[in-house]
């Protein structure tokens, strides 16, 4: 009974497709009949439906609203549009997927590319670091090449200029030793001559030794010694008969002189006429004697005996040679300031300007002071070789002078004392020997006081310590008599 009602309902519908009626909905429809592909074959209903035989349970719905409009239906070509469409959407998604596998790829490589980059940049600003170090670094070892080349340079042209020095030096060498030579020959040739000379006739003469004062030689001292010594403490030199004057203190009571310098003033016909001119300094002072034009730089002493000596001679230190020629004693040398020889001839126009008196100053080892005057003073012209002449003595030195008195001059080269050989040979300075004396205080310097010599050499005052004691300083000085 519902079978045949089932097929009755197909059947209407179809004839109602067949009008364009049938109420069946497309997909009730394409359900019910797969055969009815295409619109068209619905509308001629040209087909046969084979309907499976099936049991209908329930009721049978009728569509009441009719089929759906043409352009709402779902063709075959829609499907296959659709479907390329899709497959269309499919290859540009799977294109899509391609490009953005791709992206990602290069989102990686570019995440990977810029932490490269960093790393580079990180890289080379630790190079350029390096690199700036470097520069620094290089230009300062440049400037210190520069300043080691400079002073290589320096160090080359000294040792150059020393080199050539040297070389001077080898030469001037090698010439004095030349000369040296020569004259140890001509030496040697006189000795012969000497020795020939003297064994024709007698000895040698050697001028006779002064006395020796024993009791004034300490013999805890050391008798011999001419050795340079700095300290002389221990060479006492007690002359207990000549004590009368303390040793630290000036023979005359005065304090020692300031050192001076030469002023502006003058010149002074001598030290006392500067003294007169109201200087109380000691020191070097311009002296001009009466008829003479030549000017003479004189060391002034006025902290003594009131002042006003003109100093001729002095000796302090041995800083300089005193066995010299005559021209150099004519004419003199040395320091004002130091040890120093004024000059026979200086002397000599300064005395003859009036009435002179002489003071010799002597110092021992021990800072001893004693003194020996001279009532006159004056010499001889040159043509007397400056013959000493002298007045009565004072002083607490004694007297080795007097035995001098009336003498002239003589030096290692001109030789006018009574001995039979050269006196200032012997006794190593120009002086007014006899033959040869009692005193020579143009002798050499020896430290010490007590000395070891062949010959009485040393700076000695025979009154005062014998022949073989060298004092440490002495002056010899005039002023007018009062
Ligand atoms: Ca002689």
Redesign the pocket.
């Known amino acids: 009974m519902k079978v045949e009602k089932w097929n009755l309902g197909v059947l209407l519908c179809l004839s109602l497709v067949a009008l364009g009626t049938c109420p069946l909905r497309p997909r009730a429809a394409a359900f019910a009949a797969t055969a009815a592909r295409t619109a068209d074959d619905a509308k001629r209903c040209a087909y046969t439906f084979l309907i499976p035989q099936q049991q209908i349970t329930g009721p049978i719905c009728a569509s009441i609203t009719g089929p759906q409009a043409d352009e709402e239906r779902v063709t075959r070509m829609d499907i296959s549009v659709l479907r390329d469409v899709l497959s269309k959407q499919r290859r540009e998604i799977e294109t899509l997927q391609l490009v953005a596998d791709v992206d990602g790829n290069l989102v990686n490589e570019m995440k990977l590319l810029r932490k490269e980059s960093r790393n580079m940049n990180s890289r080379v600003t630790q190079l350029y670091m390096q690199l700036l170090h470097e520069i620094i670094r290089k230009r300062d070892n440049s400037l210190e090449l520069a300043q080691l080349e400079a002073r290589v340079l320096n160090v080359t042209s000294e040792m150059l200029r020393l080199a050539s020095r040297y070389k001077e030096l080898e030469m001037r060498f090698a010439s004095l030793a030349a000369t040296v030579n020569n004259q140890s020959v001509l030496i040697s040739a006189l000795e012969e001559r000497c020795g020939r000379a003297y064994s024709r006739h007698e000895p040698p003469a050697v001028p006779p030794l002064v006395q020796v004062v024993p009791e004034s030689i300490p013999v805890a001292a050391g008798r011999f010694t001419n050795e340079i010594q700095r300290d002389h403490s221990n060479r006492a030199f007690p002359r207990g008969s000549r004590m009368e004057v303390p040793p630290t203190t000036d023979p005359l009571g005065v304090p020692l002189p300031p050192q001076g310098t030469l002023t502006s003033d003058g010149p002074f016909r001598d030290c006392f006429s500067v003294r007169q001119a109201g200087h109380s300094n000691s020191g070097m002072y311009l002296l001009k004697a009466e008829g003479s034009d030549k000017l003479i730089q004189a060391w002034c002493e006025h902290g003594l005996d009131n002042g006003g000596w003109t100093v001729f001679q002095r000796r302090k230190d041995g800083s300089v040679n005193f066995f010299r020629n005559w021209e150099n004693y004519k004419k003199g040398f040395g320091n004002i300031d130091g040890e120093y020889w004024l000059g026979l001839e200086n002397i000599y126009s300064l005395a003859k300007q009036g009435d002179y008196r002489l003071l010799v100053e002597l110092e021992d080892w021990v800072g001893k002071k004693i003194y020996a005057e001279y009532s006159s003073f004056r010499l001889e012209e040159e043509s007397d070789s400056f013959r000493l002449r002298l007045g009565s003595y004072q002083g607490n030195a004694g007297d080795s002078l007097t035995s001098h008195n009336g003498k002239p001059f ?1 030096t290692l080269d001109r ?9 200032a040979h012997f006794h190593k300075g120009g002086w007014w020997y006899n033959a040869c004396g009692q005193t020579n205080l143009n002798g050499v310097w020896y430290s010490g006081g007590v000395y070891r010599s062949k010959f009485q050499d040393g700076i000695f005052w025979a009154e005062y310590g014998g022949g073989f004691y060298s004092l440490k300083s002495v002056r010899m000085m005039i002023r007018p008599i009062d």
């Open positions: 003589t030789d006018k004392d009574s001995f039979t050989g050269n006196c």
